[in-house]
């Protein structure tokens, strides 16, 4: 049996922590819920091709090796572990889903390779392929200085591209490694999840509190009478005339 990289050539598995889990690649015969051991997950990869265009792209998760990210100077505290799915892909379809997924995730990442714990102990784990964005690649966005939560929130929240709005990709990440398995949570993405939220709520808030000041204002003319009317217009007797 051949081996490549740690994979046995008849059996393809990939390991979502992103758009892989709530977005699966085609032709898969097997999903387990899992996790790996050794990375951070991080809002911290540009997408250009799912989010805004340059200059002020959206923001995507990538997984930071953790004792790069002990390095890098973040506030927040890292989960133990980053939970995801694995993904058996069917053998006849191998080359067209690596393929597939080469191109879908073009955006700085690259190959790497995982061993994927299941939620029963006694089962092996799986050795699987994983897209990263490393620190080293161009849309690594903690490069030069780690962004603080709040701010990251707010970028998501305003970023629209031709995949739709940002916060779409959090909230979908943000439900679906809750429902995951009991123990699939993730502190910065539901972090980040109840700003956005917060976000959203005020702007929302905004909107009711200008319409009932539009409501009020348009309630204030009615109950003005017609000859005190602001239009400066007096009341006059309707036309009599006959033609
Ligand atoms: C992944 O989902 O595993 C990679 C990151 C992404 O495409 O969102």
Redesign the pocket.
Known sequence: MTVTEGQTSDEFW????????FKPPPHIDRQVPGYITGYVRRFW?V?FS?NSPPPDPGR???LIERSVWEKLGDHHDADEVVW?TAYRVEASHVEEVKEYLDI??ING?SIHYVDVHHTNPNSPPIRSL????TPENPQFVARERVPGETELAEHIYKSVGPSGPNKD?LYQ?HHALEDLCPDSKDNHIRSLFRKIAILEAEEKLMEIEEEDHEEHEEDKMEDIPFHEHPSGQEETEPNMTSS
């Open positions: 990939i390991f979502g922590y992103g758009s892989l889990i990869q997408s799912r995507v998760v990538t995801g879908r995730e990442y994983v897209y990263i964005g990709y990440l």
